[in-house]
């Protein structure tokens, strides 16, 4: 299983940004799948995530109205759209992957990680 997190970069506040996860060695039906992010020092948290086959998602109270997950199984990929982006969602954000269809939720158990996309929002 690997997961490849993309799309980071620097904006301004009230931009939009679209990052991608290329995911292989799986079936995106298969797992949940959920993005994280995290400030350096601070503990890494989860903002939006979906359960195995789609039928649930999550979203962070702080993202909810802005960040919009998707996922596109022919494909294999999946997305977090982010819209009107504020200084406070600088951080480094990373794609996970979870094979286990009981207990879903969007935790720092998931099993496979991509490395992490930056994203810098300036003021």
């Known amino acids: 299983v690997q997961l490849q997190a993309s799309g980071g970069g620097l904006v301004q506040a009230g931009e939009s940004l679209r990052l991608s996860c290329a995911a292989s060695?799986?079936?995106?039906?298969?797992?949940?799948i959920g993005w994280f992010r995290q400030v350096p020092g601070k503990e890494r948290e989860g903002v939006s995530c979906?359960?195995?086959?789609?039928?649930?998602?999550y979203y962070a109270d702080r993202v909810k109205g802005r960040f919009t997950i998707s996922r596109d199984p022919a494909k294999n990929m999946f997305y977090l759209q982010i819209v009107n982006l504020k200084p406070e969602d600088t951080a480094v954000y990373y794609c996970?992957?979870?094979?286990?269809?009981?207990?879903?939720?969007?935790?720092?158990?998931?099993?496979?990680w991509g490395q992490g996309t930056l994203v810098t929002v300036s003021s």
């Open positions: 979906i359960s195995s086959g789609g039928g649930a998602t």
């Open positions: 060695g799986f079936t995106l039906d298969d797992y949940a």
């Open positions: 996970a992957a979870d094979p286990r269809t009981t207990g879903w939720g969007c935790h720092l158990l998931y099993e496979h």
